[in-house]
């Protein structure tokens, strides 16, 4: 299995600010991903993150509002940028193990924008 | 891209039943995991199940991949059962059904 934190579990914020989430892992990984999953909906990926390449982003995501880094194996962050309302969501960190392609989720951070 | 699948949407139980999630998706894939997502959002890992049947406790899943399809049962549902039931396949990413919205009655 793996381990995986976020950093904040929830925060609100206002319009017009960013927020960076931290997402750690306790082993090292090649494949993290970035979810989302808007109120009362599925999971939808954002953006995969491998360490020592740019971010690959989804359809309907972009790096402007949705940086992202991964400097090391174990360590990632991604960056909701001039946040809006529609930007309340839930947004979930998870890596994939190398060998067996089996994924694992972190405990998501549920973001408020008011 | 792959479609997923999952029926019922919606669930409702009195603890002690038996139910059965299905889950169909439209082309061959490298992996199908079931998950549970608890009332706080939480996503804990139930099978990794590209073929075949696995058990753990009251619960126990089966994949088809002849025939694209996989099913999860649990028996003897409790309350804390509740939640969603997400089953996601591998295909070029990780792609997630719509969910199944499970609610066991005391």
């Known amino acids: 299995s793996a381990v995986i934190s976020q950093k904040p579990s929830r925060d609100i914020c206002q319009r017009g600010t960013s927020l960076t989430i931290q997402c750690q892992v306790d082993s090292q990984v090649t494949m993290m991903f970035w979810y989302r999953q808007q109120p009362g909906q599925s999971l939808t990926l954002i953006a995969t993150a491998n360490q020592g390449s740019e971010a690959t982003y989804e359809s309907g995501f972009v790096i402007d509002k949705f940086p992202i880094s991964r400097p090391n194996l174990t360590f990632s962050t991604l960056t909701v940028s001039n946040m809006s309302p529609e930007d309340s969501s839930i947004y979930l960190c998870s890596v994939r193990r190398d060998v067996s392609y089996e994924q694992y989720f972190g405990p998501g951070t549920r973001l408020t924008v008011t | 891209g792959i479609q997923v699948e999952q029926s019922p949407p919606d669930l409702i139980l009195q603890e002690g039943a038996n139910s059965t999630l299905r889950c169909n998706f439209s082309?061959?894939?490298?992996?199908l995991q079931w998950f549970h997502q608890n009332p706080w959002g939480q996503l804990i890992n139930l099978f990794y199940?590209?073929?075949g049947t696995k058990q753990n406790g009251r619960l126990s899943a089966t994949t088809v991949a002849t025939e694209r399809y996989s099913l999860l049962y649990i028996s003897s549902s409790q309350t804390t059962d509740s939640g969603v039931y997400f089953c996601a396949v591998l295909w070029d990413d990780m792609r997630f059904g719509a969910g199944t919205r499970l609610t066991v009655k005391p």
């Open positions: 082309d061959s894939v490298n992996n």
């Open positions: 199940i590209p073929s």
